[in-house]
């Protein structure tokens, strides 16, 4: 693990002595043979434990600010007698007590107390106030100002990374327990930064043929395949439909690449949709934003949907053969919508798949007085949409661009309004149980997380 942090602590050394108890099975216990305290220069809210180890199955840190160390880390496996053992979470300019715990051979040894002090946080540091009657337990990650950062229920910043130039407006969590952001200043071929909860980068991520990748999405599968959104421009004479004669047109292409970068699939609008499915007031200037894409999700069946903003469709796409299975929205929808007055979107955000024939999106403005988080069920077979759910701030806010939506336990949503500048979590009817008080900035995306360690989503 690469490291550029600060050693704070003196060793420490655990001799083994003859005669001590052996473990299970006649295994001698483990031994700790030297500790490291390390600052991590990217977060004063988090520390690095190093340390070495012999005949240890794992390693954990015991950590408290009291007189006796109260919260314990997850268990760290050693490679080559060496644990790396991360600490995370921490109060700032706090003392904490830290105590090295080896685990093997049906024992627990513990090493010797150390101290650390973290350091204060930056000055630039956003500040957060949040309160609710019944928040689901967990951590939020959101992109502000020049920091990625997490905050607990509280509004407490609890985790933070500074991106030269800021992270962009998606700072993203993913299944693989590592952060993504698409900074505005990177490299268009490797355009968006992978960090681990440390803040280290670990890699980075762009699209193949040159394309510019597009900061609003992007799925890392387990195996360090990836699925991301990319910009294509090509010059077209739209003149006999009210545009330009020498157009910029761009759409969204969407590709999936494997972890050393290799072209696996690719889906080109321009393939499959007509620059008339947009509405005819976008298509006059000299620049058009065709499709938009700000969203992208694998279905239960393993195909894509994909939101388009600028046509306020969803699209489904088989992934094996391109091909279009439905279009739910704007010109070209092939739907029924039933439910809730108001049924059907317009320049949708965020939009997720809890289940099988389930969606859930912010619907920035199919109203244009209110903009709010809706629930959907849909039979793909008959094409037909019913809206269950909607539910938005009182007093309402209008999200022109931006905004996320997260399908949490018990029917629960949690909503970020974009440029709305509203954060907020609803139960099942509506209620809303949580929020980040006073305006909580343009959120272009919140996502609720049960682990600062493993950044597993809340589902």
Same mark, same amino acid.
């Given at each position: 693990?690469?490291?550029?942090?600060?050693?704070?602590?003196?060793?420490?050394?655990?001799?083994?002595?003859?005669?001590?108890?052996?473990?299970?099975?006649?295994?001698?216990?483990?031994?700790?043979?030297?500790?490291?305290?390390?600052?991590?220069?990217?977060?004063?809210?988090?520390?690095?434990?190093?340390?070495?180890?012999?005949?240890?199955?794992?390693?954990?840190?015991?950590?408290?600010?009291?007189?006796?160390?109260?919260?314990?880390?997850?268990?760290?496996?050693?490679?080559?007698?060496?644990?790396?053992?991360?600490?995370?979470?921490?109060?700032?300019?706090?003392?904490?007590?830290?105590?090295?715990?080896?685990?093997?051979?049906?024992?627990?040894?513990?090493?010797?107390?150390?101290?650390?002090?973290?350091?204060?946080?930056?000055?630039?540091?956003?500040?957060?106030?949040?309160?609710?009657?019944?928040?689901?337990?967990?951590?939020?990650?959101?992109?502000?100002?020049?920091?990625?950062?997490?905050?607990?229920?509280?509004?407490?910043?609890?985790?933070?990374?500074?991106?030269?130039?800021?992270?962009?407006?998606?700072?993203?969590?993913?299944?693989?327990?590592?952060?993504?952001?698409?900074?505005?200043?990177?490299?268009?071929?490797?355009?968006?930064?992978?960090?681990?909860? !440390?803040? *280290?980068?670990?890699?980075?991520? /762009?699209?193949?043929?040159?394309?510019? #990748? +597009?900061? @609003?999405? %992007?799925? &890392?599968?387990?195996?360090?395949?990836?699925?991301?959104?990319?910009?294509?421009?090509?010059?077209?004479?739209?003149?006999?439909?009210?545009?330009?004669?020498?157009?910029?047109?761009?759409?969204?292409?969407?590709?999936?690449?494997?972890?050393?970068?290799?072209?696996?699939?690719?889906?080109?609008?321009?393939?499959?949709?007509?620059?008339?499915?947009?509405?005819?007031?976008?298509?006059?200037?000299?620049?058009?934003?065709?499709?938009?894409?700000?969203?992208?999700?694998?279905?239960?069946?393993?195909?894509?949907?994909?939101?388009?903003?600028?046509?306020?469709?969803?699209?489904?796409?088989?992934?094996?053969?391109?091909?279009?299975?439905?279009?739910?929205?704007? !010109?070209? *929808?092939?739907?029924?919508?039933? /439910?809730?007055?108001?049924?059907?979107? #317009? +320049?949708? @955000?965020? %939009?997720? &798949?809890?289940?099988?024939?389930?969606?859930?999106?912010?619907?920035?403005?199919?109203?244009?007085?209110?903009?709010?988080?809706?629930?959907?069920?849909?039979?793909?077979?008959?094409?037909?949409?019913?809206?269950?759910?909607?539910?938005?701030?009182?007093?309402?806010?209008?999200?022109?661009?931006?905004?996320?939506?997260?399908?949490?336990?018990?029917?629960?949503?949690?909503?970020?309004?974009?440029?709305?500048?509203?954060?907020?979590?609803?139960?099942?009817?509506?209620?809303?149980?949580?929020?980040?008080?006073?305006?909580?900035?343009?959120?272009?995306?919140?996502?609720?997380?049960?682990?600062?360690?493993?950044?597993?989503?809340?589902?």
């Amino acid at each position: 693990m690469r490291q550029s942090r600060e050693v704070l602590s003196a060793l420490a050394v655990v001799a083994a002595c003859t005669g001590e108890p052996a473990g299970m099975a006649g295994r001698p216990p483990p031994v700790i043979d030297a500790v490291t305290v390390n600052r991590n220069l990217q977060n004063a809210l988090s520390t690095l434990v190093e340390v070495h180890v012999r005949l240890a199955d794992s390693v954990a840190v015991q950590y408290g600010s009291g007189p006796t160390p109260d919260n314990v880390s997850p268990a760290v496996v050693p490679t080559s007698d060496v644990a790396m053992v991360p600490v995370l979470g921490l109060l700032p300019s706090t003392v904490y007590g830290l105590r090295v715990v080896a685990y093997g051979g049906g024992e627990a040894v513990p090493g010797p107390p150390l101290s650390f002090t973290t350091d204060s946080l930056p000055s630039d540091l956003p500040r957060y106030i949040a309160n609710g009657v019944d928040p689901t337990p967990g951590y939020i990650a959101l992109s502000a100002g020049s920091y990625g950062l997490v905050i607990d229920n509280k509004g407490r910043v609890v985790w933070y990374r500074r991106f030269s130039g800021g992270p962009g407006l998606n700072f993203q969590p993913q299944a693989n327990g590592r952060y993504v952001a698409r900074p505005p200043t990177a490299n268009p071929s490797a355009a968006w930064i992978e960090v681990d909860p !440390l803040g *280290n980068v670990t890699r980075t991520f /762009g699209c193949a043929r040159g394309l510019v #990748a +597009r900061f @609003h999405d %992007l799925i &890392v599968e387990a195996d360090g395949a990836y699925w991301i959104m990319c910009d294509e421009t090509r010059i077209e004479d739209l003149s006999a439909i009210g545009g330009v004669q020498a157009a910029q047109v761009t759409g969204t292409v969407i590709q999936h690449l494997g972890a050393t970068g290799a072209l696996l699939f690719e889906w080109n609008p321009f393939d499959h949709f007509q620059i008339t499915d947009l509405d005819a007031a976008s298509r006059t200037g000299t620049s058009v934003n065709w499709t938009h894409g700000n969203a992208l999700v694998l279905d239960m069946d393993g195909n894509l949907i994909v939101s388009f903003r600028s046509l306020s469709e969803l699209t489904k796409i088989d992934t094996r053969t391109g091909d279009i299975l439905w279009r739910m929205g704007g !010109l070209r *929808n092939q739907f029924t919508f039933e /439910g809730l007055p108001g049924a059907g979107f #317009a +320049r949708q @955000h965020g %939009l997720r &798949v809890p289940g099988p024939g389930r969606l859930v999106l912010l619907d920035n403005l199919g109203d244009p007085t209110a903009s709010r988080a809706e629930r959907y069920v849909y039979d793909p077979d008959s094409r037909v949409a019913r809206l269950v759910a909607s539910y938005g701030p009182d007093p309402a806010v209008v999200a022109q661009l931006g905004g996320s939506t997260q399908d949490l336990p018990g029917g629960r949503t949690l909503v970020a309004f974009g440029n709305g500048d509203r954060v907020e979590e609803y139960d099942s009817s509506g209620r809303m149980v949580w929020h980040i008080e006073g305006s909580s900035g343009y959120v272009f995306r919140a996502q609720l997380i049960s682990s600062l360690y493993t950044l597993a989503p809340v589902r």
